[in-house]
C-alpha cells in the first residue's frame, strides 16, 4: 500500500474569480441577529395545511352559487398567494446571487416555505368546493360561465405581473423590491386578519388565523431588512419606491377591495360580475368583509405603510380612489408590479 500522503504541495495556483452575479463562493455572513432570530421562530412554527379539520368543510352545505362564490374567491386569492412559492423562490435565488447576508436567504427561504402553504390552502378549497377548478371544469350556467371567464382575465394578468417580476427582480435594489413585499405583507397580514373575525366557517377561521400569522412575520422580516436599507437613499430610489407604493395600490386592491384604473387589463363586465360572485362568497361565510368594510380596512393598512415610509423622507403617492392625498404617480406597468402575499 502506498503512503499516505501527510504533507501538502505549495507552489499555489489562485483560483480563478468567480463571474458574479453568482451564488459561490459559499460564505454565511450574519449582520443582523435580529433576522437570524427570526428565522428561528420560523422553523418551531411551521404548520401544516393538511391538519386543518377539511372534513368540516362539506360541498353539500351551501348552494351551488355559493360554492362557486367560494372557489372564485379562493382562485382570485390564488392569484397572489399561489404566486408566492415562485415569487420569492426567485428572490431567495436572487439574495443568493448578490451575497445578502444568511438571514436575508434563509429568510426568504421561510416566506417561500410559508408560501407554499397558503397555496395548498388555495389548492385544497378549491379541490373540495369546485372539482377541476380554478379553470379545469365546463361552466353551464352565466353564473357558470362568469366566473371561470373573470378567472381567465385574473390569470391573464397574473401572468402580465409575472413577467414584469422578473425583469424588475434584477432591476431595482433591496430597498425598492422589499418596500413593495411589505405594502404586500401589510395588506395580507390586514385581510386575514378581517376574514378570520368575520367567517363563519371554523375550517376557514383556523386557516386565515395561521396565514395571518405568517403574514405578520412576514411583514417583520421585511421591516427588519428595510431599517437596513433605508438609511441613506438617493433621492432617485425614493422616487422609485413612491411609484412603487401606488403600484401596490393598484395591484393589491384586486383582493383587498377592488380593482382600481391603470395595470389591469379586464374586459368592461368583469367588475359587475366579480361582485356578483363575490356577494355569493360573503353570503356562503366566507368573512368577506363589505365594500365599505374593505375600503376602511385598506385605509387603514395604508396609513399604517405610510408613516413607516414617511419617516424615512420616502414620499407618499396619492390614492384618491380612498381619499388619501399625495404625489401624482401615473403609467403604471406590468414591470412595476413586484408586491406579493
Ligand atoms: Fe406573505
Ligand atoms: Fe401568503
Redesign the pocket.
Known amino acids: 500500500m502506498a503512503d499516505k500522503p501527510t504533507v501538502p504541495e505549495g507552489g499555489f495556483w489562485p483560483a480563478p474569480d468567480i463571474p458574479q452575479p453568482n451564488i459561490y463562493p459559499m460564505e454565511w455572513r450574519v449582520e443582523t441577529d435580529k433576522l437570524a432570530a427570526i428565522y428561528e421562530k420560523s422553523k418551531r412554527t411551521v404548520w401544516n395545511p393538511a391538519d386543518l379539520p377539511w372534513d368540516e368543510l362539506r360541498p353539500d352545505g351551501f348552494t351551488p352559487e355559493q360554492r362557486l362564490g367560494l372557489m372564485y374567491w379562493f382562485a382570485v386569492l390564488a392569484n397572489f398567494d399561489a404566486s408566492?412559492p415562485a415569487v420569492f423562490a426567485r428572490a431567495t435565488i436572487h439574495a443568493f446571487e448578490q451575497h445578502e447576508e444568511d438571514p436575508v436567504r434563509k429568510c426568504f427561504f421561510s416566506?417561500t416555505r410559508?408560501?407554499m402553504n397558503?397555496e395548498e390552502c388555495c389548492q385544497r378549497s378549491i379541490a373540495r368546493i369546485w372539482p377541476g377548478g380554478p379553470l379545469d371544469w365546463t361552466p353551464g350556467t352565466d353564473l357558470e360561465k362568469a366566473a371561470h371567464n373573470n378567472i381567465g382575465w385574473l390569470y391573464h394578468n397574473g401572468g402580465r405581473y409575472w413577467q414584469g417580476y422578473n425583469t424588475a427582480v434584477r432591476k431595482y435594489s433591496l430597498a425598492v423590491l422589499f418596500t413593495s413585499f411589505m405594502m404586500?405583507?401589510m395588506a395580507?397580514s390586514t385581510l386575514f386578519r378581517g376574514m378570520a373575525s368575520g367567517t363563519r366557517h371554523p375550517l376557514f377561521g383556523e386557516m386565515f388565523k395561521r396565514i395571518g400569522r405568517?403574514?405578520s412575520r412576514?411583514l417583520q422580516i421585511c421591516m427588519t431588512i428595510l431599517e437596513n436599507e433605508w438609511p441613506g437613499l438617493t433621492e432617485d430610489v425614493k422616487g422609485q419606491i413612491t411609484k412603487q407604493l401606488r403600484a401596490g395600490f393598484v395591484f393589491l386592491s384586486m383582493i383587498l377591495w377592488e380593482p382600481p384604473e391603470g395595470f389591469w387589463d379586464l374586459p368592461p363586465y368583469f367588475l359587475h360580475n366579480h361582485r356578483v360572485l363575490m356577494d355569493h362568497a360573503r353570503d356562503a361565510g366566507l368573512g368577506v368583509l363589505s365594500f365599505d368594510e374593505q375600503a376602511e380596512n385598506w385605509r387603514v393598512a395604508i396609513a399604517r405603510v405610510r408613516a413607516i415610509v414617511e419617516r424615512w423622507g420616502i414620499e407618499f403617492p396619492a390614492i384618491p380612489e380612498l381619499d388619501i392625498s399625495g404625489v401624482d404617480v401615473t403609467g403604471i406597468e406590468a414591470e412595476d408590479i413586484i408586491p406579493?402575499?
Request: net charge negative.
Open positions: 408566492g416566506i410559508d408560501e397558503h404586500g405583507e395580507a405568517d403574514e412576514h406579493v402575499f
